[in-house]
């Protein structure tokens, strides 16, 4: 998989190492799509609001993979294993030790970084690259899966459940209504695109982009191959994480089956890929656009009463092969052009 979305013409607004900042349009377009987020709920019924929950979730995850395969060209199909991980460690420490949210986030975090550099080591020791990688990454996930399937103190395969009390408003033990945990994901996503720019714009940013394009050209100016790479995995693995913390305080329930599946794994990675890979921008478009069309189609099969398993899969794997055939570089590249809030490339290239 090339990263084509990443290109100085594909880096958008806010995505811009190479395209420069993002135009005063572009501005006003970002704070106009925030100001939009904070006001929905007004309008939103519970369904919606629901919906718009599960839209910034993976918005914010595809943010975190981002970095990894974005930024720095680590391909990562197994990242459903720093959600798992982030959601039982957080929910046990709740549960059995009466730990709250917030503070288990960092212990959740800390093992996420840890499985993610054991990976990373393994790989960049050894020179496992490139697709080889990828399935390295996949193989730990499924490990964790069938593994977490036979811990009884986490709920086997049964599930693990936090407790839940109606009516309940504790923001600090991120305990309440549908409302709470929207502006909860909300104010992540939005950190998440602020984090992922200043990094973007850092020296470690463009050590990454250095590292992506030619790892030999970088290696040679002086760039750390082994020390750049762990650093994108423990980024990546730790904001991963906490989105697997607030996915098990918001559903209540976790198993193993679901939360380390493959199919996660690749519903994390889509956003990016459909929306632009390598821009700030394009998980969070993705995210808008795959989500609602995947939850409107669930929707309509329930309402018509049809039951046509693994349809939603299909769908996805349909709107992942118009991506690529259509718009390589994903949809943001191509609407912020059309849009004007990127420059073309030195050589005066149209993006396709």
């Known amino acids: 998989m090339t990263n084509r979305g990443?290109?100085?013409?594909?880096?958008?607004?806010l995505g811009g190492a190479n395209a420069g900042a993002a135009t005063g349009?572009?501005?006003?377009?970002?704070?106009?799509?925030?100001?939009?987020l904070l006001l929905a709920p007004l309008v939103a019924d519970r369904y919606l609001?629901?919906?718009?929950?599960?839209?910034?979730?993976?918005?914010?995850?595809?943010?975190?993979?981002?970095?990894?395969?974005g930024f720095s060209g680590l391909l990562s199909l197994g990242h459903a294993l720093y959600v798992g991980l982030g959601a039982y460690a957080s929910a046990a420490l709740f549960v059995h030790f009466g730990v709250g949210p917030w503070a288990g986030a960092l212990l959740a975090?800390?093992?996420?970084?840890?499985?993610?550099?054991?990976?990373?080591?393994?790989?960049?020791?050894?020179?496992?690259?490139?697709?080889?990688?990828?399935?390295l990454t996949i193989a730990f996930a499924e490990v964790a899966r069938v593994g977490f399937d036979h811990i009884q103190w986490l709920g086997g395969s049964g599930g693990f459940f936090l407790p839940v009390e109606a009516g309940v408003s504790d923001p600090l033990n991120l305990r309440g209504s549908?409302?709470?945990f929207y502006y909860v994901i909300l104010a992540l996503?939005?950190?998440a695109l602020l984090l992922a720019r200043a990094l973007l714009h850092s020296r470690l940013g463009y050590q990454w982009l250095a590292v992506r394009e030619d790892a030999e050209a970088a290696e040679a100016v002086g760039v750390d191959l082994f020390t750049a790479r762990m650093t994108a995995v423990a980024v990546s693995s730790a904001l991963t994480a906490l989105g697997g913390v607030f996915q098990a305080f918001y559903f209540n329930n976790l198993f193993p089956e679901q939360v380390f599946s493959m199919g996660r794994s690749i519903e994390i990675i889509l956003p990016a890929i459909v929306g632009g890979i390598g821009t700030l921008i394009g998980p969070i478009l993705g995210a808008f656009i795959l989500t609602p069309m995947g939850e409107g189609?669930?929707?309509?099969l329930e309402v018509s009463g049809l039951e046509l398993p693994g349809l939603k899969q299909l769908f996805y794997g349909v709107a992942l092969v118009?991506?690529?055939?259509?718009?390589?570089?994903?949809?943001?590249?191509?609407?912020?052009?059309?849009?004007?809030?990127?420059?073309?490339?030195?050589?005066?290239e149209d993006a396709r």
């Not at 990443?6 to 607004?13: D, F, K, R």
């Not at 349009?25 to 106009?32: E, K, P, Q, S, T």
């Open 297 to 300: 189609l669930t929707f309509l």
């Open 6 to 13: 990443a290109s100085p013409v594909g880096i958008a607004l």
């Open 49 to 69: 609001l629901s919906v718009l929950t599960t839209v910034l979730w993976f918005a914010y995850v595809g943010q975190a993979w981002n970095v990894m395969m």
């Open 25 to 36: 349009r572009g501005a006003a377009l970002l704070a106009l799509g925030g100001v939009a």
């Open 189 to 191: 996503t939005g950190a």
């Open 109 to 135: 975090m800390l093992v996420a970084v840890a499985a993610g550099c054991g990976i990373g080591f393994l790989g960049f020791r050894f020179g496992v690259k490139g697709v080889h990688f990828a399935l």
């Open 178 to 180: 549908p409302l709470l």
């Open 322 to 348: 118009v991506i690529v055939v259509f718009r390589p570089d994903g949809v943001w590249p191509w609407l912020a052009r059309r849009l004007g809030l990127v420059r073309a490339n030195a050589e005066g």
